[in-house]
């Protein structure tokens, strides 16, 4: 309910016509009249919350979102895109931050929602929530949950920095920046066997891969089921399982288009099980 509240808010202020095929702009290079085309801001006036910025992860340039002093009022920095087309039941939102906040009561928050068309019909989501200083740029992924079974066709992105004190009349000056977004492959879970007799990580297939791959795990009782892939240096790429599962043997496809070759660990935490897999993508 926190994903939706906080997206319906800033969604139905302002509401788009354009559709777009994929995440528009997703790397903050194009900007019109001090926005970033195909996103849409809150900003008033003079007082700009949304900015290009050079520091960049990748390119030329990235979106600072900033809390500015309006007559010594916070003005929160709002961005989103809505009406993105998608065709597939994506498993995550990626994309790269920095985030310097003026206190411990300032964060980030990134949500992601899916639908099948209509505004009012929302079929997944996913939301998460920074805070403390990130000085350099760091990898996020937003695991995408789905109500039902339906294919989404239309995605919403929203970003905001906001002062979560009581009051909520702080955090002036604290910013994020945002750069290179992109939609994680799909994640479906499928049952494949009859109850195994132990908890298993089977190594993926086929190794290496590009750009997809399958992984198979086992629990022998109803489980709450982590299944996460990091990169060589431990950083999180995404989360593709993250739910209770009942006893049985299950196949997950890991997409890794967006990704550069190299390493990648899948961990799998199920009950008191843990292990890892080393998974090679070739590019």
Same mark, same amino acid.
């Given at each position: 309910?926190?994903?939706?509240?906080?997206?319906?808010?800033?969604?139905?202020?302002?509401?788009?016509?354009?559709?777009?095929?994929?995440?528009?702009?997703?790397?903050?290079?194009?900007?019109?009249?001090?926005?970033?085309?195909?996103?849409? *801001?809150?900003?008033?006036?003079? $007082?700009? &919350?949304?900015?290009?910025? &050079?520091?960049?992860?990748?390119?030329?340039?990235?979106?600072?979102?900033?809390?500015?002093?309006?007559?010594?009022?916070?003005?929160?920095?709002?961005?989103?895109?809505?009406?993105?087309?998608? !065709?597939?039941?994506?498993?995550?939102?990626? %994309?790269?931050?920095?985030?310097?906040?003026? !206190?411990?009561?300032?964060?980030?928050?990134?949500?992601?929602?899916?639908?099948?068309?209509?505004?009012?019909?929302?079929? %997944? %989501?996913?939301?998460?929530?920074?805070?403390?200083?990130?000085?350099?740029? *760091?990898?996020?992924s937003v695991p995408i949950d789905y109500f039902s079974s339906e294919t989404p066709d239309t995605a919403f992105i929203e970003f905001i920095v906001v002062?979560? !004190?009581?009051?909520?009349?702080?955090?002036?000056?604290?910013?994020?920046?945002?750069?290179?977004?992109?939609?994680?492959?799909?994640?479906?879970?499928?049952?494949?066997?009859?109850?195994?007799?132990?908890?298993?990580?089977?190594?993926?297939?086929?190794?290496?891969?590009?750009? &997809? *791959?399958?992984?198979?795990?086992?629990?022998?009782?109803?489980?709450?089921?982590?299944?996460?892939?990091?990169?060589?240096?431990?950083?999180?790429?995404?989360?593709?399982? !993250?739910?209770? $599962?009942?006893?049985?043997?299950?196949?997950?496809?890991?997409?890794?288009?967006?990704?550069? %070759?190299?390493? $990648?660990?899948?961990?799998?935490?199920?009950?008191?099980?843990?292990?890892?897999?080393?998974?090679?993508?070739?590019?």
């Amino acid at each position: 309910m926190k994903i939706i509240t906080k997206f319906f808010f800033v969604f139905f202020l302002v509401m788009q016509v354009n559709t777009f095929s994929q995440i528009p702009n997703a790397g903050f290079e194009n900007w019109t009249m001090d926005d970033p085309d195909g996103w849409s *801001t809150l900003d008033f006036g003079f $007082y700009n &919350s949304v900015t290009q910025s &050079s520091d960049n992860h990748s390119g030329s340039s990235a979106a600072k979102l900033e809390i500015v002093d309006f007559g010594g009022n916070p003005i929160y920095a709002f961005m989103f895109a809505d009406s993105i087309g998608v !065709s597939e039941r994506h498993g995550s939102l990626n %994309g790269y931050y920095k985030f310097i906040p003026q !206190s411990d009561k300032d964060v980030l928050d990134i949500a992601v929602l899916m639908s099948d068309g209509s505004v009012f019909n929302f079929i %997944g %989501g996913g939301f998460l929530e920074f805070g403390g200083t990130v000085s350099s740029y *760091t990898q996020f992924s937003v695991p995408i949950d789905y109500f039902s079974s339906e294919t989404p066709d239309t995605a919403f992105i929203e970003f905001i920095v906001v002062d979560t !004190s009581k009051d909520g009349s702080g955090g002036i000056g604290s910013y994020a920046l945002i750069d290179d977004l992109s939609f994680g492959g799909p994640t479906d879970v499928e049952p494949v066997d009859q109850i195994p007799s132990a908890y298993s990580l089977k190594q993926n297939y086929p190794n290496p891969f590009n750009p &997809s *791959t399958k992984i198979i795990f086992s629990i022998t009782e109803q489980s709450y089921v982590d299944l996460t892939v990091y990169d060589i240096l431990g950083n999180e790429i995404t989360k593709l399982v !993250s739910d209770n $599962y009942p006893a049985g043997e299950y196949s997950v496809d890991f997409n890794a288009e967006n990704l550069p %070759g190299g390493v $990648y660990i899948a961990r799998l935490s199920a009950g008191k099980y843990l292990n890892a897999i080393k998974m090679t993508l070739l590019k």
